[in-house]
């Protein structure tokens, strides 16, 4: 099984606009297993990027939105990143936990198959 970060490694670099195949050489993962990876975050990136907006809004002070980076996945993708600074500057002890392993603890390991915040 992949850990967080590698998983969103992989996301990230689709994010930037590369394909499942160059991502699975990239990380030494199967094609497919990548492949999987990106359609389950794409079908659920919506979801996933409203509950970091929100989660973004709670921590910060003064919250900064990301701008729209150019697809639903890429902008699910900026939203935990800035979810996971704005825990950060809150608690700087949040560095050490890297933003994938923070989402998959906010979202209780969903981040592939969001179907709803969790409560």
């Not at 492949?35 to 921590?59: D, N, P, Q």
């Not at 980076?69 to 990143?81: I, T």
């Not at 700087?92 to 906010?106: D, E, H, K, N, Y």
């Amino acid at each position: 099984m992949d850990t967080a970060e590698v998983i969103g490694v992989g996301l990230e670099i689709a994010a930037a606009g590369m394909g499942h195949r160059w991502i699975a050489v990239r990380l030494g993962r199967a094609e497919d297993t990548v492949r999987g990876w990106v359609r389950r975050f794409r079908r659920g990136s919506e979801e996933v990027r409203r509950f970091f907006t929100v989660a973004l809004v709670a921590l910060a002070q003064d919250p900064v939105m990301p701008e729209p980076a150019g697809s639903p996945l890429a902008d699910a993708v900026a939203a935990v990143d800035a979810a996971h600074r704005a825990a950060a500057e809150r608690w700087p002890r949040m560095l050490t936990v890297s933003r994938w392993a923070f989402a998959g603890r906010a979202i209780r390991g969903r981040v592939l198959t969001c179907t709803a915040a969790p409560k």
